[in-house]
Structure formats: structure tokens, C-alpha cells
């Protein structure tokens, strides 16, 4: 009886420990294709195709796979969506086609545009509302999915500047949170 305990007791461990070794084991790799006939890097940059292996008594079928057609392009829509830098650029752009406007800065923060703008010294009163909206809807025109906030105010224009320049330098957004949180508060108050 006391063999019996002990191979009852030994039993299960040995499974239990069977099970953590092969669990632990890296996978193997699965072996390459060798229909795998994707284009190749040769050591001078150049590509080439691989020849294909094909086992005996099966036919090789030398034309071309069909390429998946692809749904046309709808009008006037990219096929997808422009790099920001793009965007700030194009952004840019429109706001300083506008008469009066001297200079702009773009800030992107999701999908809000922070648009500062430095208008002529003599434009005061009601004139700098005026450009105001006339620099959003040109904003708004240039990339439709961005809601947009102009400012003229001489401190935001510097701090969005500011935070331009920090951005293009490499420094991350996120070092920017609180300053663009309060530049948002004062531009898009709640309504």
C-alpha cells in the first residue's frame, strides 16, 4: 500500500511539472512557404523575385495573381486622411490668404485647430471679428473634420507660438497639456 500512496501523490506532480516545461518551451517557428514568391532585397537595394519551388507532378501557374479591384475613389475625398503637417500647413496657408491677416500659427490638438493670427496695427473694433471668421471658414474649408478657434489676441497668438515651435523642436504635446487646456478655456468657453 505505501508503493501505491506514493505513486498517487507522484503522479499528478509529474504531470503538473510536464506541463510547465513544455509550457515554457519557446514555439517553433513555422516553416516558410516555399510558394512564398514576394519580392526580394538584393545586397545593392535592388528587388528580385524569388524562384518558386513547386513539388513534383504539380503545375506551375506562371501568370500573375489578379490584383483585388479596388472601389473608385470617391469625388473630391482622399483615399486617406493628410499627415497633420500637412493639414497645419495647409491650414496656414488659408489663414494668411486672408486681407488683413500679416502671419498665422496652427496648433492641432485632436481634432481641433488653434489658429493664431497677427493682424495689421491699424485693424481694430469690429474689423478683427470680421477677419476672425473670415480666417475660420477659409481653416474650415481647407479640412472640413476640424473644429476651428481663431484668436488675435496678442499673449494666445505668442503662447501658440510658442508651442508651435517646442512641437517642431521635438518636444512632446503632452509637455504642452496645461497651456492648451487654458488656451482652449478662453477661446471655446462652454456654452
Known amino acids: 500500500m505505501p508503493w501505491n500512496a506514493s505513486l498517487r501523490m507522484s503522479l499528478p506532480l509529474a504531470v503538473l511539472i510536464a506541463s510547465v516545461v513544455s509550457g515554457c518551451a519557446p514555439s517553433a517557428a513555422p516553416?516558410?512557404?516555399?510558394?512564398?514568391?514576394?519580392?526580394?532585397?538584393?545586397?545593392?537595394?535592388?528587388?528580385?523575385?524569388?524562384?518558386?519551388?513547386t513539388p513534383p507532378g504539380e503545375q506551375v501557374n506562371k501568370a500573375p495573381a489578379p490584383r483585388p479591384q479596388q472601389a473608385p475613389q470617391q469625388a473630391g475625398k482622399p483615399a486617406s486622411p493628410a499627415p497633420?503637417?500637412?493639414?497645419?500647413?495647409?491650414?496656414?496657408?488659408?489663414?494668411?490668404?486672408?486681407?488683413?491677416?500679416?502671419?498665422?500659427?496652427?496648433?492641432?490638438?485632436?481634432?481641433?485647430?488653434?489658429?493664431?493670427?497677427?493682424?495689421?496695427?491699424?485693424?481694430?473694433?469690429?474689423?478683427?471679428?470680421?477677419?476672425k471668421q473670415s480666417v475660420k471658414e477659409a481653416v474650415e474649408r481647407t479640412d472640413g473634420g476640424y473644429r476651428v478657434a481663431v484668436t488675435a489676441d496678442v499673449d494666445l497668438v505668442a503662447r501658440l507660438r510658442d508651442i508651435a515651435s517646442g512641437v517642431r523642436q521635438g518636444r512632446p504635446v503632452s509637455t504642452f497639456t496645461d497651456e492648451i487646456a487654458d488656451i482652449l478655456s478662453r477661446l471655446l468657453p462652454e456654452t
Open 84 to 131: 497633420p503637417d500637412t493639414v497645419m500647413r495647409q491650414m496656414n496657408d488659408a489663414a494668411r490668404r486672408v486681407p488683413g491677416v500679416e502671419g498665422s500659427t496652427v496648433v492641432l490638438v485632436g481634432r481641433t485647430a488653434l489658429v493664431g493670427v497677427d493682424l495689421d496695427y491699424k485693424i481694430t473694433g469690429s474689423k478683427i471679428d470680421s477677419i
Open 31 to 53: 516553416p516558410e512557404s516555399p510558394r512564398d514568391t514576394g519580392p526580394r532585397v538584393t545586397e545593392d537595394g535592388t528587388q528580385r523575385p524569388e524562384e518558386v519551388q
